[in-house]
């Protein structure tokens, strides 16, 4: 599935607080070595170690009342109180393959069900 850089919302403790404009994400994967004596002595043999993912996004921050507004993430940072971030698309809205989100609801957005990443 191709997900839109305006598609994707970023929220952080439940809360959607950012409307992506662009987005890149990076999955990547740890190799390691296991050549042996065995392994035919003329290539290299390797398996897959550690897994890691990371998204970067520029966003249009979000109504402070209804979310975490810039100040919120900037004391949260400086108090280095951990926080869990969710990149995915929001769930709300029953349109949203056409584009027409539309005003958020008065609870505000929530991620989509089983979708996205969370770290």
């Given at each position: ?40 002595g003329l290539w290299q043999t ?15 921050v979000g109504d402070p009342m ?54």
């Amino acid at each position: 599935m191709i997900t839109k850089g305006g598609d994707l919302m970023l929220f952080v403790n439940g809360k959607a607080i950012a409307y992506a404009t662009n987005h890149t994400l990076s999955i990547s994967a740890d190799t390691k070595e296991t050549s042996t004596k065995d392994s035919g002595g003329l290539w290299q043999t390797s398996e897959v170690g550690m897994l890691s993912w990371s998204c970067s996004s520029e966003n249009l921050v979000g109504d402070p009342m209804a979310g975490i507004g810039y100040a919120e993430l900037y004391d949260m940072m400086i108090a280095r109180k951990p926080v869990t971030g969710v990149f995915a698309l929001e769930g709300n809205s029953t349109n949203f393959a056409e584009g027409k989100l539309g005003a958020a609801p008065t609870a505000g957005w929530t991620p989509k069900a089983g979708d996205g990443y969370t770290g």
